[in-house]
């Protein structure tokens, strides 16, 4: 019982990893101001929030705006931690989106409550000083999932009905820091899965074995979603990522150059899930600091032109 419970606990830890120690409520950048628990609509009948971060002194122009979306394998995690309030220091709105974990809800709920967290902020858009058509999103692990399915899921289907109906939920540029983009084989080769075994996490988020329903499973895959028409990608992964390996990135980075979408890859050198390099290995390249340079440089690009 120990062996499991350990076993458990060790891939929702590794699930739970993010490329960066996520910014706690207490530490804000300079000249940011921060509004918790915004009330964004409703998700299987209870409310949702985001947590804003926001220039303290907002330029006379709409700003452009980052959403974050959390990892956590799906089943953990928390909106209120914002690892995209760095951004709020150049200029950007920001907000970190809750949506429901698979213990309460299935899929398609996740992507359904991100939808109305870019609907949420599009119909708010005059009030924040936002400009409706430069709204980018940015996640890892699970998180880089959601994302991912942002920028690729048009379908009307994943709209759910948590509010703010009729408003685009399209973003213009998304960042996705490692996360998994193709279900077609199961989550063999995800930590914890095989051919005849399913990792832990995405069992969670689709309820049901692959054997039982892989109709269900692809479906949540945004690699299959990929058209030309689709925003402009930043995809990150580190190469020694043994939660989810570094061909889900490839694959869904090669499935946009070929329909013709913008996309840009970055292979960590040495990266493991966290994008760090594990214990007595050489330091992984790029680094933090590298990394965060190009996310911001993709954003300014994309979103400021």
């Known amino acids: 019982m120990r062996t499991a419970l350990f076993l458990l606990l060790a891939a929702t830890v590794a699930w739970s990893a993010e490329p960066r120690k996520q910014t706690p409520r207490s530490s804000v950048p300079p000249g940011v101001e921060v509004i918790h628990d915004v009330e964004i609509g409703t998700g299987g009948g209870r409310t949702l929030h985001a947590e804003i971060a926001r220039p303290k002194d907002p330029p006379a122009t709409p700003m452009?705006?980052?959403?974050?979306?959390?990892?956590?394998?799906?089943?953990?995690?928390?909106?209120?931690?914002?690892?995209?309030?760095?951004?709020?220091?150049?200029?950007?709105?920001?907000?970190?989106?809750?949506?429901?974990?698979?213990?309460?809800?299935?899929?398609?709920?996740?992507?359904?409550?991100?939808?109305?967290?870019?609907?949420?902020?599009?119909a708010n858009a005059k009030k924040y000083n936002?400009?409706?058509?430069?709204?980018?999103?940015?996640?890892?692990?699970?998180?880089?999932?959601?994302?991912?399915?942002?920028?690729?899921?048009?379908?009307?289907?994943?709209?759910?009905?948590?509010?703010?109906?009729?408003?685009?939920?399209?973003?213009?540029?998304?960042?996705?820091?490692?996360?998994?983009?193709?279900?077609?084989?199961?989550?063999?080769?995800?930590?914890g899965g095989t051919a005849d075994k399913d990792s832990t996490a995405p069992l969670g988020l689709f309820g049901v074995p692959f054997r039982e329903k892989p109709a269900l499973w692809k479906d949540g895959s945004p690699a299959l979603y990929v058209k030309r028409s689709n925003p402009p990608f930043l995809i990150v992964h580190g190469d020694k990522d043994k939660t989810v390996p570094v061909a889900h990135g490839q694959k869904l980075a090669a499935a946009l150059k070929k329909a013709g979408a913008p996309v840009e890859l970055i292979i960590v050198k040495g990266g493991g899930h966290g994008m760090t390099a594990g214990p007595g290995e050489p330091p992984a390249e790029p680094n933090r600091e590298a990394l965060d340079a190009a996310v911001l440089a993709f954003f300014d690009k994309v979103l400021k032109k």
């Not at 698979?102 to 359904?112: C, D, L, V």
């Not at 399915?149 to 490692?178: I, K, N, P, W």
């Open 130 to 191: 936002v400009n409706p058509d430069r709204i980018g999103c940015w996640g890892s692990s699970a998180g880089g999932h959601l994302v991912a399915c942002l920028g690729t899921m048009d379908d009307a289907r994943f709209e759910g009905s948590g509010g703010h109906a009729g408003v685009s939920s399209r973003v213009q540029a998304v960042v996705d820091y490692c996360g998994p983009s193709d279900f077609t084989e199961g989550s063999a080769g995800i930590q």
């Open 64 to 122: 452009p705006a980052v959403l974050w979306i959390h990892g956590g394998g799906w089943s953990g995690g928390s909106h209120k931690s914002n690892r995209a309030a760095t951004l709020a220091a150049k200029g950007y709105f920001t907000a970190s989106i809750e949506y429901r974990l698979s213990g309460e809800a299935k899929w398609p709920a996740q992507i359904e409550d991100c939808k109305l967290g870019v609907r949420w902020l599009r």
